[in-house]
């Protein structure tokens, strides 16, 4: 498990949002097999964005305000590391 005590984290975590943005897309990328095909990746990930994006334009979709989404985030990872 990564702690905030990681040094290259902690580094990265102080670069501006848009250098920590290309890095977890870097990161994300990473997890794909060697063996896995990028453009089949891709298309996955656009299926999904296209999928959640209809189930929101139906009404389907639970939405809360992203302030307290980041608070349970928050939340779950404080229960998880103690």
Not at 8 to 37: G, V
Not at 61 to 69: K, S
């Amino acid at each position: 498990m990564i702690t905030a005590n990681d040094e290259p984290l902690a580094r990265l975590l102080e670069r501006p949002p848009r250098e920590r943005a290309e890095a977890a897309r870097r990161l994300i990328e990473s997890l794909d097999s060697p063996d896995s095909d990028p453009a089949a990746a891709d298309s996955e990930r656009v299926a999904e964005l296209v999928r959640r994006a209809q189930e929101l334009a139906q009404g389907h979709a639970d939405l809360i305000d992203g302030d307290l989404a980041r608070q349970r985030v928050l939340a779950r990872l404080r229960t998880l590391r103690s």
